[in-house]
T-cell receptor, first 112, second 109 residues
Framework: EAQVTQNPRYLITVTGKKLTVTCSQNMNHEYMSWYRQDPGLGLRQIYY???????DKGDVPEGYKVSRKEKRNFPLILESPSPNQTSLYFC???????????FGPGTRLLVL | SQKIEQNSEALNIQEGKTATLTCNYT??????LQWYRQDPGRGPVFLLLIRENEKEKRKERLKVTFDTTLKQSLFHITASQPADSATYLCALGEVDMRFGAGTRLTVKP
């Protein structure tokens, strides 16, 4: 079954405590992305990756890091989380045909 | 700057009617436009992709049109059902994708 998985699904943390949200896809897709979704602001892209070791900034990259060392994994790293990073985060993957983009189930993050 | 606007935040219609959602964009020349469905607390689900050289695309009760002159896409759900109630998002771009804010559709029995 085509799948994008994210972990954890829910996370409460405190300001400044580094965290990583993992993302994995089983479709051998080249393209992967991270989005955040906030009420009134919609889905905004944080980072995307076109292949292993190739990443680029989306619209809201400040305060986030990513890495793509393997094709299937694309972790999102918050080195020093702040309360304004409280949000719902989605990972997504897409093949080279620009067809279906698959989204993960989301990670709800609360930074106190 | 690039902008994507969906016609309204919310749309209420009666079961059996056709729902029409609008997506307008500025400062884009997209090769593709996509529509997604999102249920509360869940990830968006891809519905349809339409290319710039396609005027219309259909999938079951769904129909999408794409007018690159007007810079507009229309998304239609015919014979709507309460199960179609969700937020519908349009998206432009390829890997560097941008989404509209969405239209929340409610279909009443």
């Amino acid at each position: 079954e085509a799948q994008v998985t994210q972990n954890p699904r829910y996370l409460i943390t405190v300001t400044g405590k580094k965290l990583t949200v993992t993302c994995s896809q089983n479709m051998n897709h080249e393209y992967m992305s991270w989005y955040r979704q906030d009420p009134g602001l919609g889905l905004r892209q944080i980072y995307y990756s076109m292949n292993v070791e190739v990443t680029d900034k989306g619209d809201v990259p400040e305060g986030y890091k990513v890495s793509r060392k393997e094709k299937r994994n694309f972790p999102l790293i918050l080195e020093s989380p702040s309360p304004n990073q409280t949000s719902l985060y989605f990972c997504a993957s897409q093949g080279t045909g620009w067809e279906t983009q698959y989204f993960g189930p989301g990670t709800r993050l609360l930074v106190l | 700057s690039q902008k994507i606007e969906q016609n309204s935040e919310a749309l209420n219609i009666q079961e059996g009617k056709t729902a029409t959602l609008t997506c307008n964009y500025t400062n884009y020349s997209p090769a593709y436009l996509q529509w997604y469905r999102q249920d509360p607390g869940r990830g968006p689900v891809f519905l349809l992709l339409i290319r710039e050289n396609e005027k219309e695309k259909r999938k079951e009760r769904l129909k999408v049109t794409f007018d690159t002159t007007l810079k507009q896409s229309l998304f239609h759900i015919t014979a709507s059902q309460p199960a179609d109630s969700a937020t519908y998002l349009c998206a432009l771009g390829e890997v560097d994708m941008r989404f509209g804010a969405g239209t929340r559709l409610t279909v009443k029995p």
